[in-house]
């Protein structure tokens, strides 16, 4: 009931009207058609057990071409559930560990030193990757 909630949430943001039902074929046009358009979401993530698995799969029916998840040495389970997802094979999630950036060790550097670094980062590995570069926290979302 709450994938449904979130399809029909995604399909009023779409621009289809929301008090109608979405057929799915409908709905996988116009996740195709912004397809067309490749977007990469860079996230920086530490301590989000609870909503990385939502923040993924939102990612996921809105279009993302690629996740590029930061992990910042969660005191929780965030790194196996991001690891499931890296996991499927489709190359979407790809994660990487905060700490390997180059002079960044753990507790070492002020947090906005630690939030610029990860978002140069990103935008060094993957400028000619995507069109469209988004840098957000684990707890935004992006919808098209």
């Not at 499931?84 to 560990?97: H, K, Q, S």
Request: charged fraction near 25%; include cysteine; aromatic fraction near 10%.
């Amino acid at each position: 009931a709450e994938a449904a909630e979130n399809t029909k949430t995604l399909a009023c943001t779409l621009g289809y009207d929301c008090t109608v039902k979405v057929k799915r074929a409908e709905m996988k046009n116009a996740v195709q058609r912004f397809k067309a358009f490749p977007v990469a979401v860079c996230a920086r993530l530490k301590d989000e057990a609870q909503s990385v698995s939502e923040f993924i799969e939102v990612h996921y029916l809105a279009g993302v071409s690629k996740l590029y998840l930061y992990y910042d040495e969660s005191s929780d389970n965030t790194l196996e559930i991001l690891q499931r997802y890296a996991n499927l094979g489709d190359g979407r999630v790809r994660i990487i560990n905060i700490t390997s950036l180059p002079g960044h060790e753990p507790g070492s550097q002020p947090e906005h030193h630690a939030q610029h670094s990860f978002r140069d980062d990103c935008l060094s590995r993957n400028w000619d990757a995507v069109r469209w570069m988004v840098f957000v926290d684990g707890d935004e979302f992006v919808i098209p």
